[in-house]
């Protein structure tokens, strides 16, 4: 008996698999067709070929009209669930300083985040989320990793963390859970005060981690340690807390210092290091040796003027993976990985074809999901979408435009 299948998708002109071959890196298959049946892919290949070992005659099917068919983006990085917006802050910005700014009364950067963010309902971050996330899916993302960070006290932490939860489970974009209690000091905490930040920090590995797990919330510890917020020692107290508990590590580092937290990421050694504008050479030998992925944040960089963006070419010299993540915040509003992937390449040096495998293969690597998502081959989840491109270089070459004319999560059509 044939196999039974629930979808096909056929007439593609050219099917962008994320699984390399000697020729080439992204396994393009052209005049393609993709079979799928119970939320996975059964079968890739010419249709004629398929035709031979499956029943399609009574499946559902997408006529691809010639279009590109890729995997759904995997969003690696991003604080998806906060409260209020920045965006007075930031257009101030384009012109005058942040002393200026907050002389004019106007709250900046994470602190007022965590004040609007404590401010909000658990509901009003939910809906907020929910529709953040419903525009992401529009733009090709089928996987997104959201932090908490924006609460850093037990109350709001937690109600970023049941939001996530709830996002889970209510719309169709698969939600990944993070835990960031250390992503800032609490404002009533002086972190200049070694009693205070000290007694944070026991608070952090003493009773938020423990609750946390205990309660399924999260899946990675993370914490931010650079210049100004979590030193070296502290931040490795913080993720060792975590694994001890059953998360993973990953740690946003060198961001605006070198402070010795990629050697920390290496010796761990973490999933992920995030941020690296400052990592040295022999670091990021370190972390390629180590296997941690570096999650780099063209947008970010774009948002903040960076005055020394990453260096995506010397890591990938170095033997590294990357991963591309939008850094969804208050301070970088970015919904789109088509755009960080435009930034990517126009800004970083990346080729159009490691931007892709790092928007998918490198960033389900930083979830501990390569085995089943960021690449189109048998088995894996039907997590697909398809571009209403001529040609797959129009994906950088159209700039601001949204390629996505369907897209499909777990084997069904929910975009388009």
């Not at 998708?9 to 049946?37: F, K, M, Q």
């Not at 994906?395 to 777990?410: D, G, T």
């Given at each position: 008996?044939?196999?039974?299948?629930?979808?096909?998708?056929?007439?593609?002109?050219?099917?962008?698999?994320?699984?390399?071959?000697?020729?080439?890196?992204?396994?393009?298959?052209?005049?393609?067709?993709?079979?799928?049946?119970?939320?996975?892919?059964?079968?890739?290949?010419?249709?004629?070929?398929?035709?031979?070992?499956?029943?399609?005659?009574?499946?559902?099917?997408?006529?691809?009209?010639?279009?590109?068919?890729?995997?759904?983006f995997v969003d690696c990085?991003?604080?998806?669930?906060?409260?209020?917006?920045?965006?007075?802050?930031?257009?101030?910005?384009?012109?005058?300083?942040?002393?200026?700014?907050?002389?004019?009364?106007?709250?900046?950067?994470?602190?007022?985040?965590?004040?609007?963010?404590?401010?909000?309902?658990?509901?009003?971050?939910?809906?907020?989320?929910?529709?953040?996330?419903?525009?992401?899916?529009?733009?090709?993302?089928?996987?997104?990793?959201?932090?908490?960070?924006?609460?850093?006290?037990?109350?709001?932490?937690?109600?970023?963390?049941?939001?996530?939860?709830?996002?889970?489970?209510?719309?169709?974009?698969?939600?990944?859970?993070?835990?960031?209690?250390?992503?800032?000091?609490?404002?009533?905490?002086?972190?200049?005060?070694?009693?205070?930040?000290?007694?944070?920090?026991?608070?952090?590995?003493?009773?938020?981690?423990?609750?946390?797990?205990?309660?399924?919330?999260?899946?990675?510890?993370?914490?931010?340690?650079?210049?100004?917020?979590?030193?070296?020692?502290?931040?490795?107290?913080?993720?060792?807390?975590?694994?001890?508990?059953?998360?993973?590590?990953?740690?946003?580092?060198?961001?605006?210092?070198?402070?010795?937290?990629?050697?920390?990421?290496?010796?761990?050694?973490?999933?992920?290091?995030?941020?690296?504008?400052?990592?040295?050479?022999?670091?990021?030998?370190?972390?390629?040796?180590?296997?941690?992925?570096?999650?780099?944040?063209?947008?970010?960089?774009?948002?903040?003027?960076?005055?020394?963006?990453?260096?995506?070419?010397?890591?990938?010299?170095?033997?590294?993976?990357?991963?591309?993540?939008?850094?969804?915040?208050?301070?970088?509003?970015?919904?789109?990985?088509?755009?960080?992937?435009?930034?990517?390449?126009?800004?970083?040096?990346?080729?159009?074809?490691?931007?892709?495998?790092?928007?998918?293969?490198?960033?389900?690597?930083?979830?501990?999901r390569e085995h089943i998502?960021?690449?189109?081959?048998?088995?894996?989840?039907?997590?697909?979408?398809?571009?209403?491109?001529?040609?797959?270089?129009?994906?950088?070459?159209?700039?601001?435009?949204?390629?996505?004319?369907?897209?499909?999560?777990?084997?069904?059509?929910?975009?388009?």
């Open positions: 008996m044939k196999p039974k299948a629930d979808l096909l998708i056929h007439n593609i002109s050219e099917v962008i698999t994320c699984v390399p071959n000697e020729s080439d890196p992204l396994g393009r298959i052209t005049d393609g067709a993709l079979v799928i049946g119970s939320g996975l892919i059964m079968a890739i290949g010419k249709l004629s070929d398929l035709k031979k070992t499956m029943d399609l005659s009574l499946v559902e099917q997408i006529d691809a009209k010639k279009k590109i068919v890729a995997p759904g990085h991003t604080h998806l669930t906060f409260g209020g917006s920045r965006g007075k802050e930031f257009a101030l910005k384009m012109t005058k300083s942040i002393d200026k700014i907050e002389s004019m009364g106007i709250a900046t950067g994470i602190p007022a985040s965590i004040q609007m963010t404590r401010e909000e309902s658990e509901e009003a971050l939910y809906f907020s989320a929910m529709d953040r996330l419903g525009r992401m899916l529009k733009h090709g993302t089928t996987t997104v990793e959201s932090k908490s960070g924006y609460g850093i006290n037990l109350k709001d932490e937690l109600k970023q963390l049941y939001v996530n939860r709830r996002l889970s489970t209510t719309q169709p974009v698969e939600v990944v859970s993070t835990f960031l209690g250390a992503h800032d000091f609490p404002p009533e905490v002086d972190r200049n005060n070694k009693s205070q930040r000290e007694g944070y920090v026991q608070f952090l590995i003493k009773d938020m981690i423990p609750r946390v797990a205990k309660k399924e919330l999260a899946e990675f510890c993370d914490v931010y340690c650079d210049k100004g917020y979590y030193t070296q020692k502290e931040a490795e107290l913080i993720l060792k807390t975590g694994i001890d508990y059953g998360l993973d590590a990953k740690i946003h580092t060198d961001a605006y210092d070198n402070i010795g937290g990629s050697t920390l990421a290496a010796d761990l050694p973490c999933i992920s290091a995030d941020h690296l504008n400052y990592t040295t050479m022999p670091e990021m030998s370190r972390l390629a040796a180590s296997g941690v992925i570096g999650v780099v944040l063209p947008a970010l960089d774009f948002a903040v003027a960076h005055p020394d963006p990453f260096k995506a070419r010397k890591m990938l010299d170095a033997g590294m993976t990357l991963a591309l993540g939008t850094n969804l915040n208050p301070g970088n509003w970015t919904e789109s990985m088509q755009f960080v992937m435009q930034l990517a390449c126009r800004n970083h040096g990346m080729s159009l074809e490691e931007a892709m495998l790092a928007a998918t293969v490198g960033a389900a690597k930083a979830l501990k998502i960021g690449r189109l081959c048998v088995g894996y989840q039907a997590d697909i979408q398809i571009w209403d491109l001529k040609c797959f270089e129009d994906l950088i070459y159209r700039l601001a435009n949204n390629a996505v004319w369907k897209v499909i999560k777990k084997g069904q059509i929910v975009i388009g």
